[in-house]
């Protein structure tokens, strides 16, 4: 079998997960690495080539993918050279520092009509979110009312310094970081938003970038969504809850390398039409394991060697993300005067 040969550009915690997950797959091998900080190569990096710079990764390698696992400032960029050396892309999130840059990604992909651009919106391939999109797509339980979100982080990570507190390096706090995974679950289950109010803060780390944002959305058929992205929980929680015409579903837990945000787990609640005392039947679904990022790069190389579209993930789901991230941002009067923040 011919494996497709991949570059990672960045091995930090996400970039040496990918590689798990990239070798595991019968048609990828990955054969280079790029990586400023020095790190042990081992046995596992024996036969890797390893560079420090990424135009080195691109030009000194013969590669068929490249997964962009970068810091914000540079994400875009690399996207963007990639696809111009004639690579498939696999870029995590967030897929740069502003819209600006990802609608000039965009440009660029569309110049390549023949390469693969997929954005690592992670949550989207857990178990419990498919479970949940199942059956709002099913209509089981009704049509969609309202959601409510919470997406926090204890006080360790990554305000505490690092470059996810330095505006330069990240472009913004919590909720670009973060956040941007909530967003993009309500954007599944909704579609786009188109009216936002906010209030954005960073009142307690003092850094650059915010460390709350609060957001209620509002989409076109008038369904409400709430949204608070924190990195001041005191510890690490997801919560999603979902209101429907004929029940609820609610989302707890993620499950992650660091267990940090408990048993990922679904409520499923059924309203009794005749009852008058508001009595509920419900059901709790717990997910022991996370195929998710195995789930992700299957599904991208299976629209490689398949001349697929990428359907969930896209560009345009990226840009619709990045653009969410900034509305929030501008309608927060003090916060777009505070750091010049466009209309998206």
């Known amino acids: 079998m011919i494996k497709l040969k991949v570059g990672i550009a960045g091995f930090g915690v996400v970039g040496k997960r990918r590689f798990q997950y990239i070798n595991e797959h019968p048609s990828l091998k990955v054969t280079a690495i790029c990586e400023q900080n020095s790190f042990e190569k081992g046995l596992e990096y024996s036969k890797i080539n390893c560079y420090t710079k990424y135009q080195d990764l691109l030009d000194k390698e013969d590669l068929d993918i ?20 004639g690579l498939h892309v696999f870029c ?43 059956i709002v797509n099913s209509r089981e339980l009704g049509e969609v009312i309202n959601l409510r979100g919470v997406y926090g982080k204890s006080m360790i990570v990554p305000f505490d310094g690092g470059w996810r507190s330095k505006r330069k390096l990240s472009g913004g706090g919590i909720l670009l970081d973060q956040g941007i995974h909530m967003l993009d679950l309500m954007r599944l289950f909704c579609g786009e938003f188109n009216e936002i109010k906010s209030f954005v803060s960073n009142d307690f780390w003092k850094h650059d970038v915010e460390d709350n944002a609060y957001a209620l959305m509002k989409d076109e058929k008038g369904r409400i969504a709430t949204l608070n992205s924190t990195a ?6 997801f ?20 267990k940090s945000y408990g048993e990922e787990h679904i409520i499923i609640g059924k309203r009794e039409l005749e009852s008058t005392n508001g009595q509920m039947e419900k059901k709790t679904i717990k997910f022991l394991n996370d195929n998710s990022w195995k789930e992700e790069i299957d599904e991208f190389t299976s629209c490689i060697i398949n001349d697929q579209p990428v359907s969930s993930g896209s560009s345009k ?23 010049k923040i466009k209309n998206p």
Request: proline share 3%; charged share 30%; aromatic share 12%.
């Open 66 to 85: 490249v997964f962009v696992c970068l810091t914000n400032n540079i994400a875009a960029e690399v996207t963007i050279a990639s696809l111009k050396k």
């Open 92 to 134: 995590e999130k967030p897929p740069g520092m502003n819209v600006e840059e990802i609608e000039k990604v965009i440009e660029t992909e569309k110049r390549f009509p023949n390469l693969k651009l997929k954005y690592g919106f992670n949550h989207r391939y857990h178990e419990s979110i498919k479970k949940a999109l199942e």
């Open 232 to 237: 001041t929980q005191w510890k690490h929680k």
């Open 239 to 258: 919560s999603l809850e979902i209101s429907l015409t004929l029940g609820y579903i609610e989302l707890y837990g993620m499950l992650s390398g660091s």
């Open 317 to 339: 789901d990226a840009l619709e993300c990045m653009k969410l991230v900034f509305k929030i941002y501008y309608n927060d009067e003090k916060w777009r005067k505070k750091f």
